[in-house]
């Protein structure tokens, strides 16, 4: 006996949340979608479509998010939220203290603060809360992180990352060039795949960065460079360069008897053993995307791959890199009197 489909809000109908929702809609029984919140009526009717193509009920559209956990809240089980980045903190609070499970589109939130209240919301509450980054939601970086904590790769020394995208002339005229909605540019929007797989993978804190960012004429960063060191000594480089020809990267993990090669998405991994000439893959489960991972993590199948400490690490990394780059690329320290928001 299959088991009961997940009640769910969409919070954020735009372009992003049409991807997942193309991906949730290929097992319908898994999911019913109640309620959408969505502020555009064309984005709404847009979405719609993705329903009524597969024979299923559309959702009706409350853009009020409090009238819909009102209204709605005690017969919904959880909410997937893409919206910009400024609205992540209120939206998950909201969702969280209406009694949902959330799986919150990256960035978790917008700084450190932010992210501190949010962990004490979600701990008060009891609920879940999974952040979607697709590195994290991997089976490949879960493997990667296996092997690092293993101990059989030896002791992780240096990390070498890079992303790159045509993201400047893509994101031109959209909110993801405004400062005070996206929260950053390239570096905190396609780099923030970047700076989460990495401190998912290294598990501990970071504790100086030296970063320089170039906006190149837009009122966002577009190339980034980070040095930083973690609370171990390892030594890690960052690189994001927003205004390439394609979209791609690469993340390169050097340990006393390993060198793990993977990307910033999770997309494959590859794995060089001492005594060994060449990078080779290695075999993990096929992941059927973020929405399938979270509700493995929702009815207990699986731990939480991707939980709010590890967009706390993010986001103060993140905040780091904002004040290093301020100073002209000057050393600063990680962390250093975040307080909670209210």
């Given at each position: 006996m299959s088991a009961e489909p997940v009640k769910a809000c969409l919070i954020g109908a735009g372009g992003k949340a049409r991807n997942h929702l193309r991906q949730i809609l290929q097992s319908p029984e898994s999911t019913e979608f109640v309620v959408i919140s969505e502020p555009s009526e064309s984005a709404y009717q847009t979405t719609s479509k993705l329903f009524g193509e597969r024979g299923?009920?559309?959702?009706?559209?409350?853009?009020?998010?409090?009238k819909l956990l009102a209204d709605h809240g005690a017969e919904l089980d959880a909410a997937i939220i893409v919206t910009p980045h400024m609205y992540h903190f209120e939206q998950a609070k909201a969702c969280l203290k209406a009694g949902l499970d959330v799986l919150l589109e990256k960035p978790?939130?917008?700084?450190?603060?932010?992210a501190l209240a949010l962990i004490k919301t979600q701990e008060r509450t009891g609920k879940l809360l999974v952040v979607s980054f697709n590195g994290s939601l991997s089976p490949k970086i879960r493997k990667a992180v296996e092997l690092l904590r293993s101990g059989s790769l030896g002791e992780i020394l240096n990390v070498h990352a890079a992303v790159w995208q045509n993201w400047k002339e893509s994101t031109m005229g959209l909110w993801r060039q405004v400062p005070e909605i996206a929260g950053g540019g390239f570096l905190f929007d396609t780099g923030a795949h970047m700076l989460n797989t990495i401190t998912d993978l290294l598990g501990e804190d970071f504790v100086e960065v030296?970063?320089?960012l170039d906006n190149r004429g837009t009122p966002v960063d577009i190339l980034g460079s980070v040095m930083t060191r973690t609370v171990s000594g390892v030594l890690v480089t960052m690189n994001g360069c927003g205004e390439a020809i394609?979209?791609?990267?690469?993340?390169?993990i050097f340990c006393s008897k390993a060198i793990i090669r993977t990307d910033v998405w999770g997309k494959f991994l590859e794995l060089q053993r001492n005594g060994e000439e060449t990078l080779t893959p290695v075999d993990t489960p096929l992941s059927l995307g973020p929405?399938?991972?979270?509700?493995?993590?929702?009815?207990?199948?699986?731990?939480?791959?991707?939980?709010?400490?590890?967009g706390l690490r993010m986001a103060q990394l993140w905040d780091a890199i904002k004040r290093s780059a301020a100073s002209g690329g000057a050393?600063?320290?990680?962390?250093g009197g975040a307080q909670a928001k209210t």
């Open positions: 299923l009920a559309v959702p009706s559209n409350q853009p009020d998010l409090k978790m939130v917008m700084n450190a603060a932010e030296a970063a320089r394609e979209t791609s990267s690469d993340i390169r929405w399938d991972q979270f509700l493995r993590v929702h009815r207990g199948e699986m731990s939480n791959p991707c939980p709010p400490e590890v050393p600063v320290q990680v962390g």
